[in-house]
């Protein structure tokens, strides 16, 4: 199965705009996803199928999918943006897989 | 609005068995994929498996023959059973949904920190 790279730490100063990669080699399945984690919280769901976002999550999140490369952007950093982000996608039996996570540092 | 509350023992064991229960409250009528994962900080979001609207499962094949998941769609509740549990199986087990498969985890239950020790 393949498994789902992710640089462990981001650092990027208010009102930036960091991008997170999530890469597979080969990547496993037709979408990605993303999620949000902050200490002591279940994880959120930013971003599914690549690039769609679910209802409530600002715009200023943005994902992208090219070829083995899945990026989640994040526009306009805000302190409150600081969490561990995920990146999700399944292999070809359909078995769910999470990168490492990243931490996001708002400096 | 969907909500998730999960329970169960918090102390185990080694060889004992996990049991968590989810409740899911909100509209399930349109289907949905009800699934458990663990996050420990040794191997970080584990999915161990899914049961769908149907009542088909598909478990991890890392814990294949460890676990069952079950239903009852009645209370629209779900459960994890996992068997001959370790010190490695520490961890926040959370109960998740999803409407479809492709449309990724929206719903969360809180977590429950399980943790297997002599």
């Known amino acids: 199965s393949s498994d789902l790279t992710q640089p462990p730490s981001v650092s990027v100063s208010p009102g930036q705009t960091a991008r997170i990669t999530c890469s597979g080699d080969p990547f496993p399945a037709k979408y990605g996803f993303w999620y949000q984690q902050k200490p002591g919280q279940a994880p959120v769901l930013l971003i599914y199928k690549d690039n769609q976002r679910p209802s409530g999550i600002p715009e200023r999140f943005s994902g992208s999918s090219s070829g083995p490369t899945l990026t989640l952007t994040i526009s306009s950093v805000r302190a409150e943006d600081e969490a561990v982000y995920y990146c999700?996608?399944?292999?070809?039996?359909?078995?769910?897989?999470f990168g490492g996570g990243t931490r996001l540092t708002v400096l | 609005q969907v909500d998730l509350q999960q329970w169960g023992a918090g102390l185990l064991r080694p060889s004992e068995t996990l049991t968590l229960t989810c409740a899911v409250y909100g509209d399930t009528s349109n289907g949905f994929y009800w699934n458990w994962l663990r996050q420990s900080p040794k191997k970080g979001l584990e999915w161990i498996g899914e049961i769908n609207h149907s009542g088909a499962t598909n478990y991890n094949p890392s814990f294949m023959g460890r676990v069952i998941m079950s239903m009852d769609k009645s209370k629209n509740q779900f459960s994890l059973t996992l068997s001959a549990v370790t010190p490695a199986d520490t961890a926040v087990y959370y109960c998740?949904?999803?409407?479809?498969?492709?449309?990724?985890?929206?719903?969360w239950g809180q977590g429950n920190l399980v943790t297997v020790s002599s």
């Open positions: 999700q996608s399944a292999d070809n039996m359909n078995i769910w897989l």
């Open positions: 998740a949904q999803s409407l479809t498969f492709w449309s990724g985890f929206a719903h």
